[in-house]
């Protein structure tokens, strides 16, 4: 549902999703993230850790502006970031490819909800992984078992839009 802003310009709809970075080393890819948050109308970015945070020269050149236009709360660690969430009743899934990880098609959601990814080399914060309401995966069918964080993160988001209406 599209609905006017004061100026009479047609807003764009907004989804209750917040996305917890959890010491992300590639500013490249936060940025891509900021991206991902702007164009699936999501509710804030939480960084976590060293994750690059807005304002920073790396990440607004893949962000291209959308680190102006989304929300951003950076946190010492994760951990603390999804106590954030929770205490705003979102649900908080980890992304992750651990042993037990539910498929993301078959998880039940319910809004709103935050989405913790990590790492790429270290992955999520154990402490992190023990505070999150359900740990998913994102299927994969090669030989490798992950995806670059900001395209598994943009499948998982565009899914549970799809998903959730």
Same mark, same amino acid.
């Given at each position: 549902m599209r609905v006017e802003t004061q100026d009479g310009a047609p807003s764009r709809p907004r989804h209750s999703v917040v996305l917890i970075l959890d010491r992300l080393r590639s500013a490249y890819n936060v940025g891509n993230l900021f991206r991902l948050a702007e164009v699936a109308g999501l509710d804030a970015v939480y960084t976590c850790g060293y994750t690059a945070t807005p304002p920073?020269?790396? *990440?607004?050149?893949?962000?291209?502006?959308?680190?102006? #236009?989304?929300?951003?709360?950076?946190f010492a660690n994760s951990a603390d970031a999804v106590s954030a969430a929770q205490a705003e009743g979102r649900m908080v899934i980890a992304i992750e490819t651990v042993a037990g990880a539910l498929n993301i098609?078959? *998880?039940? *959601?319910?809004?709103? #909800?935050? #989405?913790v990814l990590g790492n790429e080399a270290l992955g999520i914060a154990p402490e992190t992984l023990d505070a999150c309401d359900s740990v998913a995966r994102l299927p994969v069918f090669g030989s490798k078992n992950? *995806?670059?964080?900001?395209n598994c993160a943009s499948a998982v988001v565009y899914d549970i839009l799809r998903r959730l209406g």
């Open positions: 920073h020269p790396k *990440l607004a050149k893949s962000a291209r502006g959308c680190d102006e #236009l989304v929300a951003c709360t950076h098609w078959d *998880l039940p *959601l319910q809004m709103p #909800l935050a #989405l992950s *995806l670059n964080v900001a």
